[in-house]
């Protein structure tokens, strides 16, 4: 009979120690600060989880940007928005989880990953990013997960790569191997700024392939934290289609309005 209660018993003790020590030190949510409710094993409060804004299905074709023209269409009906009848893409498709816009919390919560080290935090959103990716996007043929490199001097100052991390975790849950070291950055470019055209000079040449044997004839699916005009996805791209590699599609934690 004791012995029966005896694991019930651990767990509950364990518990109460868990939640003393909550009491001691409570755990802030790590955007708003507010003290996490004791049952909450996540970094984010309940209130700021719901406030990230998923994308709608429904967008364009191409970039899955959501306009007012294809939220009645279907399939291959679904129209391009204007970015995309403006740019010349290398991609296939792509796709992101949450909407980045000033004051919004994707922006708050990716930033606090970036600068701020929050590597638990990272890791929920990775979760998310996996669980909720599009299913029009993850629904095609995709060989292998590639993340987008950071130069390794940035990379070292930072101690991970986000899209080392949401790869990771993609990968995992969709089954598929993790592409790294074989896209490189071979130059340490600015942080990303300006219009479409400064930002595609930025980056052009800033990525390179080695290991060609990995990546030619092989659909990759590109992974990276935010998607802002396609710059840096379209000179992954360029990079890995010009070491062999057949398709390219794209996937990013959030997108920038
Ligand atoms: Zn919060
Ligand atoms: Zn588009």
């Known amino acids: 009979m004791l012995r029966g209660e005896t694991p019930a018993l651990r767990l509950a003790l364990r518990d109460v120690a868990a939640n003393f020590l909550h009491l001691?030190?409570?755990?802030?949510?790590?955007?708003?600060?507010?003290?996490?409710?004791?049952?909450?094993?996540?970094?984010?409060?309940?209130?700021?989880?719901?406030?990230?804004?998923?994308?709608?299905?429904?967008?364009?074709?191409?970039c899955g940007w959501p306009f007012p023209a294809a939220a009645g269409a279907r399939g291959t009906e679904q129209p391009l928005c204007?970015?995309?009848?403006?740019?010349?893409?290398?991609?296939?498709?792509?796709?992101?989880?949450?909407?980045?816009?000033?004051?919004?919390?994707?922006?708050?919560?990716?930033l606090l990953c970036?600068?701020?080290?929050?590597?638990?935090?990272?890791?929920?959103?990775?979760?998310?990013?996996?669980?909720?990716?599009?299913?029009?996007?993850?629904?095609?043929?995709?060989?292998?997960?590639?993340?987008?490199?950071?130069?390794?001097?940035?990379?070292?100052?930072?101690?991970f790569n986000q899209a080392d991390v949401l790869a990771r975790a993609?990968?995992?849950?969709?089954?598929?191997?993790?592409?790294?070291?074989?896209?490189?950055?071979?130059?340490?470019?600015?942080?990303?700024?300006?219009?479409?055209a400064a930002r595609r000079r930025n980056v052009r040449e800033a990525f390179a392939v080695r290991r060609t044997q990995r990546i030619v004839g092989r659909r990759l699916l590109l992974v990276d934290d935010v998607f802002t005009t396609g710059a840096t996805a379209n000179a992954c791209t360029a990079a890995l289609l010009s070491a062999g590699a057949s398709a390219v599609g794209v996937l990013t934690l959030a997108r920038v309005e």
């Open 24 to 62: 001691v030190f409570p755990t802030p949510c790590h955007v708003c600060q507010r003290p996490l409710d004791l049952a909450r094993r996540s970094a984010l409060c309940r209130d700021c989880w719901d406030a990230l804004e998923r994308m709608p299905e429904a967008g364009c074709q191409r």
């Open 82 to 110: 204007q970015r995309c009848r403006e740019t010349r893409d290398d991609f296939e498709m792509a796709r992101a989880a949450l909407r980045y816009r000033d004051g919004g919390i994707a922006r708050a919560a990716i």
């Open 114 to 159: 970036k600068h701020g080290g929050r590597f638990a935090l990272l890791q929920h959103l990775a979760t998310l990013l996996a669980e909720e990716a599009s299913a029009e996007l993850m629904g095609r043929v995709w060989q292998a997960v590639v993340p987008v490199p950071l130069h390794w001097l940035r990379r070292w100052r930072r101690g």
């Open 170 to 196: 993609v990968g995992r849950r969709h089954g598929l191997p993790v592409e790294r070291g074989s896209l490189i950055r071979v130059r340490a470019t600015p942080p990303q700024q300006g219009d479409v």
